[in-house]
């Protein structure tokens, strides 16, 4: 919902409210709305907020982070992604396998977090894996995410496409492989929608902006690897740390490299929201934040440790 016209803002609010009124007493949960960062910049600042919990972009959480430090409020920053995937020698390309990594990277368009953003696999393997993912896309249907045969909906700004788009087309002009599949509705292909269609690059420069940045869109960068700790480093090769994934029937291989990889939510034969359980903290290092929401510890990151000491009384 835009929430830029007070109507729809006001029903918004109404609807939170009727929610969760009847689990919460009145006051505790306050939606405020407004067009701009000033009301943002506001409640950042207020002398009494204790605390701030913000899930964003980098930028965003920096100039949080930065309106936040001369009052040393709290901040729990939960940011932005380059998650990375390793598909093991071991295992083979499966619809199965095809199946899991489309949903991991694709849903909602890639614009999630914890969306797979590159897959690393056997180099032998990498034409065979495109090849079948190009074929699994060519199943969706972008356009009107409200229209019941669309699978795929748009991006969700002009900006956003656009810089979807230019990472694609740089990397195309460095000399990477770029395919697509699937097709906009025929009703939207002339509706002026955000639309990026799942796209494939191979052959793409480790040191790429697509490669190194998060892109935020519906495409799979793969890159081929010669053996395990090759694809380990190059994974851990980011400033971001939010998730990763290893891909492999052999337990003792999984958690020896899941113990390698250097993300807040390391996963086994899943990733993205098919790997998240609301029971288990959940957050990233390095550029994708600071602290953790759900679990035990998402809890006890909106609280503050008290010590209380007694000791006899004087005599």
């Not at 396998?97 to 999630?112: P, S």
């Not at 896309?137 to 748009?154: F, K, Q, S, W, Y």
Request: hydrophobic share 45%.
């Amino acid at each position: 919902m835009d929430l830029t016209y007070p109507a729809e803002a006001e029903a918004f609010r109404r609807e939170v409210r009727a929610f969760l009124a009847a689990a919460l007493p009145p006051g505790v949960v306050n939606v405020l709305s407004g067009p701009g960062s000033e009301l943002a910049q506001a409640l950042v600042t207020h002398p009494g907020i204790d605390l701030i919990s913000l899930t964003g972009g980098v930028a965003t959480g920096r100039a949080v982070m930065a309106a936040a430090a001369p009052r040393l409020t709290p901040v729990l920053l939960e940011l932005g992604g380059n998650d990375a995937a390793i598909i093991a020698p071991d295992i083979t390309v499966s619809d199965e396998l095809v199946e899991r990594l489309v949903t991991a990277t694709y849903t909602t368009g890639g614009q999630v977090c914890m969306a797979i953003k590159r897959l690393y696999a056997p180099t032998e393997r990498v034409g065979e894996l495109a090849e079948a993912v190009l074929a699994r896309c060519e199943r969706e249907v972008i356009g009107d995410g409200l229209a019941a045969e669309v699978t795929l909906g748009p991006l969700h700004t002009a900006a956003g496409r656009n810089r979807v788009t230019a990472l694609v087309g740089d990397a195309e002009a460095h000399g990477a492989k770029v395919r697509t599949g699937g097709r906009i509705r025929e009703a939207d292909a002339d509706a002026g929608g955000y639309f990026v269609l799942p796209t494939v690059v191979t052959d793409l420069a480790p040191d790429s902006a697509l490669a190194t940045e998060e892109q935020f869109g519906p495409v799979l960068p793969i890159f081929g690897y010669r053996d395990l700790d090759e694809a380990v480093t190059a994974a851990n090769a980011t400033d971001f740390g939010l998730t990763a994934s290893i891909w492999t029937g052999d337990d003792a291989l999984a958690d020896r490299v899941a113990a390698q990889l250097v993300a807040g939510t390391v996963s086994v034969n899943c990733h993205g929201m098919a790997a998240q359980d609301p029971r288990l903290p959940f957050g990233g290092v390095g550029q994708s934040g600071l602290g953790r929401e759900l679990g035990a510890d998402g809890i006890r990151a909106f609280t503050q440790p008290r010590a209380f000491v007694r000791h006899p009384a004087p005599q």
